[in-house]
C-alpha cells in the first residue's frame, strides 16, 4: 500500500522559509519522479517542483526559481522542500504526488511535471504566507 505523507506547512511571514517533507512508504523514492503540486483556492492546480533521483533531473517552476529547492534523501525515503523567501502568492495546500517513467521523461525533458503521470497522491499541507 503505497502512502505519501506531507508535512512541514505553517503560517509565516513574507521573506520566511519553510520545508516540507514528503515521505514516502510503499514506494522507493529513487524510482519515481516525486513532484511537490499547489493548488490556491480558485486557481488550477500547478507543478511547483520535480525530482527524479535516479538521474539528478529537478524542475522548478519559474517563479520559485532561485528561492525554492528540492532534495531527495534516498535513505529516509524522503522528499523535501526547502522554500526561502516566501511570498504572499505561494500560499496555497502544497501535494507531493509520486509517478513513474513517463512522469521521469517529463523532468528530464525540463517539462512542468503533468498531474495526469502522477498515480500517487499525498493528503497536502497548507503553507499561509502572511504580508
Known amino acids: 500500500d503505497v502512502q505519501l505523507q506531507a508535512s512541514g506547512g505553517g503560517l509565516v511571514q513574507a521573506g520566511g522559509s519553510l520545508r516540507l517533507s514528503c515521505a514516502a512508504s510503499?514506494?522507493?523514492?529513487?524510482?519515481?519522479?516525486i513532484a511537490w503540486f499547489r493548488q490556491a483556492p480558485g486557481k488550477e492546480r500547478e507543478g511547483v517542483s520535480a525530482?527524479?533521483?535516479?538521474?539528478?533531473?529537478?524542475y522548478y517552476l519559474d517563479s520559485v526559481k532561485g528561492r525554492f529547492t528540492i532534495s531527495a534523501d534516498n535513505a529516509k525515503n524522503t522528499v523535501y522542500l526547502q522554500m526561502n523567501s516566501l511570498k504572499p502568492e505561494d500560499t496555497a495546500v502544497y501535494l507531493c504526488?509520486?509517478?513513474?517513467?513517463?512522469?521521469?521523461?517529463?523532468?528530464?525533458?525540463?517539462?512542468?511535471?503533468?498531474?495526469?503521470?502522477?498515480?500517487?497522491w499525498g493528503q497536502g499541507t497548507q503553507v499561509t504566507v502572511s504580508s
Open positions: 525530482i527524479s533521483s535516479s538521474d539528478g533531473s529537478k
Open positions: 510503499g514506494l522507493n523514492v529513487d524510482d519515481y519522479a
Open positions: 504526488a509520486a509517478g513513474p517513467y513517463s512522469a521521469i521523461a517529463a523532468i528530464v525533458r525540463g517539462w512542468p511535471p503533468p498531474p495526469h503521470e502522477y498515480d500517487y
